[in-house]
Nanobody
């Protein structure tokens, strides 16, 4: 069993930055991937960024490449998502996830999910 707790988030102006944190507890040994996903009202949930914990390979959605960065601190069992140059289109509920996933941006393979944290970007 793995528990994930997100923190950070909030409301910022367009062009601003936020840093989300996801603290993991429990048995994370089998969690080969940790990722961030988001869902806006009326939209399907989509993959944002993920990291393969076995080797550090990172994955990003095309819409956030060059603006968002995912980082992992294995000693603290925490994964971060740095959101830079934020746009109103980034407004969504952001979820942290962990699991033994073949491809780290494939959300259907994730087993453990956090409760979500709101990110709102004003124009």
């Amino acid at each position: 069993q793995v528990q994930l707790v997100e923190s950070g988030g909030g409301s910022v102006q367009a062009g601003g930055s936020l840093r989300l944190s996801c603290a993991a507890s429990g048995n994370t040994f089998r969690s080969y991937c940790m990722g961030w996903f988001r869902q806006a009202p009326g939209k399907e949930r989509e993959g944002v960024a993920a990291v393969y914990t076995g080797g550090g390979t990172t994955y990003y959605a095309d819409s956030v490449k060059g603006r968002f960065t995912i980082d992992e601190d294995s000693a603290k069992n925490t994964v971060y998502l740095e959101l830079n140059t934020l746009k109103p289109e980034d407004t969504a509920m952001y979820y942290c996830a962990a699991g033994a996933v073949r491809y780290c941006l494939d959300q259907s393979g994730y087993k453990y999910w956090g409760q979500g944290i709101q990110v709102t970007v004003s124009s």
